[in-house]
């Protein structure tokens, strides 16, 4: 899947609901790119944003482009979506944060969506 397609599929369900639960399940199963660094022992150390509501939030992009070209020479890696939902339960996080279309996604979600067979 490349990233224009995912792209494409989440502007579409920003604007039509009854297409997010396409874009959820592509968004799964796809990689996706984070502001932050890998550590030793593959820990790795997010780069948190602060959301409208002032809460913590971990950033993560569709595309590698979009990061260097709102962001410029910001640390980021490349990961599995679920692997990045997996490793976060219980955090805020945030897609296309520097975005006109963006999602924050809460705790409760992300649960939810690692634990439906929706996707």
Known sequence: MTEQFLDMLFKIAAENPEA????L??????DI?????EQTQGRIQFRMLETEQGEQAIAF???EKMIIDDLGDEPFIQLAARKLFSMTQ???????PTSEFSKEF???EVSFLLNTEMV
């Open 20 to 23: 997010t639960p396409a874009f």
């Open 25 to 30: 399940k592509q968004l799964l199963a796809s």
């Open 33 to 37: 790119y984070c502001l932050g660094l």
């Open 61 to 63: 992009f569709l595309s």
């Open 90 to 96: 219980g955090a805020t996080l945030v897609l296309n």
């Open 106 to 108: 809460s705790a409760q």
